[in-house]
């Protein structure tokens, strides 16, 4: 299937590239429970299935509106991506993760340090982490996509 406007290519590849993002992330995140690894940093763990299910909705749905947001403008700055195909999506998804999830873990970061609020490191860690689970299938996902989608 071909799409001809790079506006809709874009939007559509991002909203899958999104979806898939978001079950990714899912993924990760309940592996990461099951492991034990979110305990040392004070998370709630996602071992049950009624949790897993809530935070498998919740991330596709959070996850594919902000893709299809993020794929509309990944079509404006396309030519200005570095790499070819798939390292396009690859470092539009890391750039993304950097100005979503890593400066806002960075934020709290901040704030643990001035304040000394213990239960904001904890959080601030977990946003910068979850940044690499959530966007960087997101960037795979839309640089294989967007390119099929020519």
């Known amino acids: 299937m ?6 809709i290519r874009g939007f559509y590849s991002g909203l899958i590239a999104g979806i898939i993002g978001g079950i990714a992330f899912t993924g990760f ?12 940093l004070g998370m ?10 809530s935070v498998l909705g919740y991330s596709i749905g959070h996850q594919g509106i902000y893709g299809g ?15 070819k195909g798939i ?20 934020a709290l970061l901040l704030i643990w340090v001035y304040a000394g609020i213990g239960q904001y490191f904890n959080e ?15 960037g795979i996902v839309l640089g294989v996509l967007y390119e099929r989608l020519k």
Do not use: H
């Not at 071909?2 to 506006?7: D, E, G, Q």
């Not at 709630?44 to 299910?53: E, H, L, Y």
């Not at 947001?69 to 790499?83: A, D, E, L, Q």
């Open 2 to 7: 071909k799409i001809s406007n790079p506006l």
């Open 29 to 40: 995140r309940t592996l990461d429970s099951m492991l034990g690894l979110w305990a040392i």
């Open 44 to 53: 709630p763990a996602v071992t049950s299935f009624d949790t897993i299910i």
């Open 69 to 83: 947001i993020f794929g509309i403008i990944y079509f404006k700055f396309y030519n200005r991506i570095p790499g």
């Open 87 to 106: 390292e396009k999506g690859i470092v539009y998804g890391l750039i993304i993760g950097a100005l979503t999830d890593i400066a806002y873990g960075t």
């Open 124 to 138: 601030s860690l977990g946003w910068i982490i979850s940044a690499f689970y959530q966007w960087l299938p997101y």
